[in-house]
């Protein structure tokens, strides 16, 4: 749907154009709210300091057991990050956690807010 327009927007992770030297910005907006939301759950409370709250601490889990109690604990952790750092962007609709081995393969359903779109985005957490 064309009118929808990201200003400003920064690129996750963060990068500079080689040939002008300025940081790149993301025009797509799928790809923009894609990047919020892996942005969320790749970072530590703690990380940013403008923003100490920001994150999921899901890499507190680095020694935990993978197990379907922590695939709960994990799910419950994603959606109120997601919720508390994003409302204005995305409504989380269902949140999926598996546990493979040494990761957990976290599944996002969520709806764009600007397009009442629906939307999945696959996340895998090497903890």
Known sequence: MSG???????????AVHV????????ADYEEYI????RQVLLTNPGERVNRPQFGCELRRLLFAPLNPAAATYVR????QALTRWLSQFIRPERIEVRVNESR???????TVIA?????FLN?????
């Open 115 to 119: 397009r009442g779109e629906r939307r």
């Open 76 to 79: 419950t952790l994603v959606f």
């Open 4 to 14: 929808f327009r990201v200003q400003n927007a920064m690129r996750f992770p963060f």
């Open 104 to 110: 957990l393969d976290v599944e996002v359903e969520y």
């Open 19 to 26: 040939a002008g030297g300025r940081i790149r910005e993301e």
């Open 34 to 37: 894609r990047q919020l939301i």
């Open 123 to 127: 996340v895998e957490l090497s903890l």
